[in-house]
């Protein structure tokens, strides 16, 4: 068995252990989720994810079975890292790569974690219009996350198989990043609203499936005469899941623009997934606080397209991964700090 399935099967019984215990699977409670459990699960997983990160450094070469300098230099040419290989320092050379692997994992993490904020300003709008009580939010992502975990898993392999076959792709992705996020930046103080009864998903689904009004104390389908109909939170599932595919368009991309290595994709990917519900639960009555924080998505993934259609120059002006993560860093900062300092006049008329 390749080293590659050894740590993805090591990852995925990690990840399914975890999601028992953190998503509540043993639970048939439904209550909602207090600010404080809220706060001890996202330091959990951001704990765990830089654990991850740890163990990169320090074994992140047992990977791709790189223990030589051939071997090396072809992961390396591979999935373009950009680093500098010493063929007669071994050690030396694979602590570069390790380190290089475990930037790249980081700020695909940041990147990953920061436009999933966005995704929770969609979810709050989707609870809100749907009428779903408070108390099942936690059942819906619950299984909303499991269903996003499928999705972006072969999201990124996929995208991995064109990116190596098709190089051209990578300056399509930059395109389309750049696109988004100008859109981003135009429409960041147009109001959003969903019409429950006209969504394209939920018209789809009552074509063909019988859907009734009815909560039935939360659970996903209603039975009455012996006929099943969804309910109002299964429709909800089913739009958070079409909302994640759209999303996943624009963050997919936005993590290769990071590293070319799907695994390290794949890892940064989930582990800012898994942190999603916690977080939602941590921001969502604060969230509207940060009213900057779409502008700085909106370079955020201008910056990333760019570097995207500019990655061969930028690695011969010497622009590496450290510098990615410092920028990426630094915009979210600003956009955060500048939420606080200058908050919404409404802010003042709701204290």
Sequence with gaps: MSHEAL??????????LMLAIDLGLFSKSDKPVSLKVAAIMSAIWVTFALLFGLLLYYWGNELHNVHDIPRLKEVVANHMHNITINENDLVGSLKAYNKNLTLEYLTGYVVEYALSVD?????????????IPEKYYHKVLVWGILGAIIMRCIFIFVGAA??????????????FLVFTGINMYINRNKEEEVDPENHPVVKFMSKRFKVTHKLDQGKFFHEENG?????????????????????????????????????IVFFSNIFAILGLRSMFFLLINIIHKFHYLKVG????LIFIGAKMLLHSYLKDWGFT????????????????????????KEDYTKA
């Design 119 to 131: 995704n929770i300003f969609v979810m709050v709008l989707l609870f809100s219009s749907f009428g």
């Design 297 to 300: 998505l909106a370079f955020l």
């Design 321 to 344: 991964t450290s510098h990615s993560l410092i920028v990426i860093l630094g915009i979210l900062a600003i956009s955060i700090i500048a939420s606080l300092m200058f908050p919404k």
């Design 162 to 175: 064109l990116i190596t076959k098709f190089g051209w792709i990578l300056y399509l992705f930059g395109a």
């Design 7 to 16: 740590f993805m099967i090591g990852f995925i019984i990690f990840i399914i």
């Design 227 to 263: 006929v099943k109909y969804m309910t109002p939170l299964f429709l909800v599932l089913i739009v958070i899941e079409f909302t994640d595919l759209i999303f996943a368009v624009d963050s997919i991309p936005a993590i290769f623009s990071v590293t070319k290595d799907p695994y």
